[in-house]
């Protein structure tokens, strides 16, 4: 969220300049549908910076845009190396400092092993860098999750039934569908 990148030059992760009219006419859209018409869950913060700005430490996408605009309960998780776009991007010198910027934007989880989430955010704790209390609203959306989707109750999976599922002829057929489209 929002969007993976314009990929100018042919990067992947190149960094978007995008207006706000250009951002809410054509950006946005498919996220309103998912999440005000389809109640998606979660969003993966994008990795391509946005006007200079990484989405991992932008309060505005994060908060304001999607959790005020759009009214998105979910979670926002981050992975592959997302926390480190706030260094690249020369928002913070270190993970650490990446990991404060992150929490304060609204990333509530971070699913890869890096140090802005890990003992980076321990110390800034301790330090009083970073509230306790931001730390709690990021485990309150993920538990509020765990809750919605039954994991306390019934946390283990029917192997077999998810084999079966996933690889039904309907969503083989639904997969080359969308190949074809896309």
Known sequence: YPGQSQPVSGFERGAMEISERKLRNTILPPFV???????????MATYPAIDGG???SSEKILTEILRGDLEFQ?????????????????????????????????????ISIENAYMGGLIENVREGKIPISQVDLAVERILRLKFQLGLFENPY?????????????AHKHLALQTSREG
């Open 157 to 169: 999976i029917d192997v077999e039934k998810a084999v079966k599922i996933v690889n039904s002829e």
């Open 74 to 110: 979910g979670i926002v998780l981050c992975e592959g190396g997302g926390l480190g776009t706030i260094i690249t991007e020369r928002h913070a010198a270190n993970q650490k400092e990446a990991g404060i910027l992150a929490l304060k934007a609204g990333v509530d989880v971070g």
């Open 33 to 43: 549908a998912g999440i005000k018409k389809h109640g998606a869950l979660g969003v």
């Open 54 to 56: 990484a989405v991992h």
